[in-house]
């Protein structure tokens, strides 16, 4: 991360929550009324040794109890209302930036920038929001109110004073030392446990593998390993961060019966009431309350910061999305111009100074063997990822000129592995929108032939399904994909192997959807390995090694092929690995 960019990621966290400035200060002023109130309890019980019992008085009891249960009945609306006031400033906090921590995630993870970052970062968010509307982040807000407390005791007898003083400096001390030695302590806790919990799910949702392949004694002991290792982190952590707090309370009971003890002998001097030593070992334990609170709930404190940190990480690499001038629908004209891309967090490039143009009505397969770099031109097309050099053009413009959600809707993508989100068919052909046009979901399953297939199940276009596709097959979640691919009429369709699970009535359709594409003026990519997909391609690229090899109309391409095989043969050496 550059200093800059960390600099940036703080100041828009510093933004959202200074927007709530102002709700800070609200609570601030009434945790002094709830400080100064809580003076309640010391000065009553002064005044019931000193005064009641002294003159024997009735009716001063009543008075002051009378006016007790009003103060303390006042402390407790402030009190509860500071608490609703600080939930809803992290309530605040998170709603502001959980659609941009979200976005931000989203791309990261597709990106060569904190992508670490992105794994945790809704997790850090609520870490944040949890703390601010914790009793702990309260605690820091009494704090600054000790010196009140102890200016009653120092006014009770100046000895008592430095007593408390010299207590509390010893508890800050711990607390201090609890930070410095359970922060590594946590920092693990906490990555065990992500990473646990990580290893966990994913053995879930791929439960039907992991049982088929015999692998539950495996998976089983490496989550186990994982848990064992985040249960010792976190054994470690809570044994140290326990330990403190077990310390430190019995260190403040201890104090305050110092303090009562020290207290009598200045009765006994008769330096002092009975009502001030009482209420001095009192005023001493309201002092020290938020001290303790605040090391009890340590852990709620360095999980925040730990996320606040990722955040900064992560906004600051992941800028916001600059508005874009908005462009006419483009014609369908692709063109790429020495293009070369790096998978994200990777330092060698899968496709390399690739260039090739595709016109309006065109459809080009573009071949090689595995590891070629299709699957690489396709996410680069569709600009998932960004090319590190090059330009990648639609209609003339690049693609970074489109804003990204108005060029998702230009481009029909049907990825290698189709995966489906937990909704009906009919959500998930209409790309989840919230509004889906029922006309354009049944045009699109039509045109990617799966109109019969839905409507032959039991629910037809409302049928529920998960992400792995519950109840559809192979063939039909590839269908139900390309009418994804196909909805809401797009510009060009980028489709990966979009006949690996077909038969041959789904191969016919996915070429009569093809036709049918560049009839309508659109252009169309293939990246293929059989040759049924490329039937409809007018041109043919080919790659390997991440290399342009061959550009051109597809039976040249193809005749230059079986021409250079004829020729490896004929000298004896290898074939090629075209497929
Ligand atoms: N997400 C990724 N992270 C890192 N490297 C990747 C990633 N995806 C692909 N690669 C690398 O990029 C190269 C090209 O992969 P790509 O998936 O584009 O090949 P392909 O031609 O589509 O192969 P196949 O025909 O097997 O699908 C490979 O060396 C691969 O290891």
């Not at 009906?424 to 989840?432: G, L």
């Not at 691919?485 to 016919?508: H, I, K, M, Q, W």
């Not at 550009?551 to 050496?573: C, Y």
Request: proline share 5%; hydrophobic share 45%; with cysteine.
């Amino acid at each position: 991360m550059t200093h800059d960019a960390g600099a940036i990621g703080a100041a828009e966290l510093r933004a959202a929550r200074n927007q709530s400035l102002w709700l800070f200060w609200a609570v601030a002023i009434f945790s002094l009324i709830v400080n100064v109130l809580m003076l309640t309890g010391p000065l009553y019980m002064l005044n019931v040794y000193d005064r009641v019992l002294g003159s024997r008085s009735v009716a001063t009891l009543v008075a002051l109890s009378v006016l007790v249960v009003f103060l303390y009945a006042m402390m407790g609306l402030l009190d509860m209302v500071r608490g609703r006031v600080m939930n809803r400033i992290a309530a605040r906090f998170q709603a502001r930036l959980d659609q941009r921590v979200f976005s931000a995630a989203l791309r990261a993870s597709s990106g060569p920038k904190a992508r670490a970052e992105a794994a945790t970062a809704q997790r850090d968010l609520e870490s944040i929001q949890r703390l601010i509307a914790s009793p702990a982040l309260m605690a820091s807000f009494d704090l600054p109110f000790a010196p009140l407390f102890f200016l009653g005791i120092f006014i009770f007898h100046p000895i008592l004073g430095f007593l408390g003083l010299a207590g509390a400096a010893v508890l800050i001390v711990m607390a201090l030392a609890n930070q410095l030695m359970t922060r590594k302590q946590l920092e693990e806790a906490n990555a065990t446990s992500f990473r646990s919990e990580q290893l966990g799910t994913q053995i879930r949702q791929d439960s039907d593998m992991v049982q088929a392949l015999g692998m539950r004694g495996a998976a089983f002991g490496r989550w186990n390993e994982a848990r064992s290792r985040s249960l010792t982190a976190s054994i470690d952590a809570t044994d140290t961060g326990g330990g403190f707090s077990a310390v430190i309370k019995a260190f403040r009971l201890l104090l305050q019966s110092a303090m009562l003890g020290l207290g009598a002998y200045l009765v006994l001097q008769g330096e002092m009431t009975p009502g001030a030593m009482i209420a001095g070992s009192i005023l001493l334990g309201r002092a020290l309350a938020p001290i303790e609170m605040i090391v009890n709930q340590w852990p709620s404190f360095q999980r925040a910061r730990e996320g606040w940190h990722r955040l900064t990480v992560l906004l600051g690499e992941v800028r916001p999305e600059e508005p874009r001038t908005t462009l006419p629908r483009p014609r369908a004209r692709i063109s790429c111009e020495q293009v070369t891309v790096l998978p994200p967090g990777e330092s060698q490039a899968a496709l390399r100074m690739v260039s090739f143009v595709v016109e309006p009505g065109q459809a080009v397969g573009v071949i090689g063997p595995s590891g070629a770099g299709k699957s690489t031109l396709a996410r680069a097309v569709t600009g998932l990822w960004r090319p590190a050099a090059g330009k990648i053009r639609l209609d003339g413009a690049s693609l970074d000129q489109y804003d990204p959600d108005v060029l998702g809707s230009y481009v029909g993508y049907l990825p290698q592995q189709v995966t489906l989100f937990d909704g009906t068919i009919k959500e998930n052909i209409a790309r989840m929108s919230r509004s889906p046009d029922d006309a354009e979901v049944v045009r699109a399953a039509k045109a990617a032939a799966a109109h019969e297939m839905i409507l032959k199940l039991p629910d037809g276009y409302d049928t529920p399904v998960s992400s792995k596709g519950g109840r559809l097959s192979g063939g039909q979640i590839q269908r139900i994909g390309l009418a994804r691919a196909l909805y809401g009429d797009p510009v060009f369709l980028v489709l990966d192997e979009p006949n690996s699970n077909l038969d041959n009535a789904g191969s016919t359709a996915l070429n009569q959807a093809i036709r049918d594409a560049k009839e309508a003026g659109k252009c169309v990519l293939i990246m293929a390995h059989r040759p049924a997909a490329i039937a409809e391609c007018d041109l043919i690229l080919m790659i390997e090694g991440g290399g342009r090899r061959a550009f051109g109309p597809k039976d040249e391409v193809l005749r230059e092929m079986v021409q250079n095989h004829r020729e490896i043969a004929a000298s004896g050496g290898k074939g090629g690995g075209v497929s």
